[in-house]
């Protein structure tokens, strides 16, 4: 008889399952259960927008606030084909769980607008963001909910935003609200460093993985998936670590070479072509079978739901540093902590950026200039007390790693919650 074919689990469904599984570990209260089991808002916006040629485009977009109880919502958008108010959703959760485990004055905040962005022109991005953040309005602003980058987004378009949304404001007020949004370019607000945060947060806590572990990155193996900002600085700092990269994939294909991969020229190759694939003495790789490279570590750097009940058991590496959000879903992940693998959860090992956006908006909010020294040293601090902490509750609750950063996250909300009451 054939085998029933399970259902995939979303992604939104990967966040309430573990939700679910560390509020029963750790005895969250009842009634902060009932609140953080569901968003505070959801805005979904459809506007016009003229393209190159004359025609008119309609276009949907989405924020979804989480939770608030820690401060401003604060999370990306994304532009990708994906992006749908579930996806929004599970993002946004997530959000709240990150910034509070980094010990933010933030909630969570996540949305985006469905749309491939490589099938419009600059001028058709810029109307298209510029006509988004109109239309959301003051669903965002500086002390109510800040955005940032995340797929296929960037500085450039946080700068529109910031332009959009400051013009919509009186003449002597536009100035107090900057930090709308974070991400920026340098020379518009932004924070020297805040491009590398990410990538650079993920190496920290492998870092502190490796430490714990008896050993350094120095000759270790390993895989990207994803070879943008957040693919591209990890793969930067992991060799400034003396490890080896020799597995790349993106969006266009696959690349393998056992005896290593230079992040550096791949990067070049890559701005100028468009794509990995072809780049210099490259062996092409099968899509499917890249989680299955014998290798120490692995960074999944792209999208969600990438290491499932398909392919978890292929898995070689020690460890799975998840620099993208819900990488591994909730099937995978019970397959790899079977098989001793150790994941170094999303909301801890990508929080770098949510905290380089917090030390852009205090620059902003204060009228200062921080340096890049400044900004690595508070990162690399930030990041080496959560992993700590994950490690301490990990072994008080004797739990893994996910399920122990969750439980420091929902703790910190639950204290805000019984410290101040529910409303009225």
Partial sequence: MARAIKPRVGMYENVKNQFEKAAEVMGLDESVKKILSITNNEIVVHFPVKMDDGSVKVFTGYRVQHNNALGPYKGGLRYHPTVDIDAARALATWMTWKTSLAGLPYGGGKGGIQID???YSQAELERITRRFTYALGDNIGPEHDIPAPDVNTNAQMMAWIADTYMSTKSPSERSK?????????????GL???????GFGVVVTLEAWAKLNGTTLEGKKYIVQGFGNVGY??????HKNGAILIGVQDATGTLYNPEGIDPEGLLRYQTENNTIMGYKNMEEYDSDKFFGIDCDIIIPAALGNQITEDNAATVKAKVVAEGANGPVDTDGEVILLEKGVDI?????????GVIGS????????NGEIWSMDDVIVKLRKKLEDAFNGVINTSVQYKTDLRTAAYIRALSRIEMAYKQRGIFP
């Fill in 117 to 119: 962005p490589k099938q």
């Fill in 177 to 189: 609200n900057q930090h709308v949004v974070t991400g920026k370019p340098v020379g518009s607000g």
């Fill in 192 to 198: 020297e460093g805040r491009d590398r945060a990410t």
């Fill in 233 to 238: 600085w990890a793969a930067h700092f992991m």
């Fill in 344 to 352: 170094i959860p999303d909301i801890l090992c990508n929080s770098g």
């Fill in 358 to 365: 917090y030390f852009e908006w205090l620059q902003n909010r």
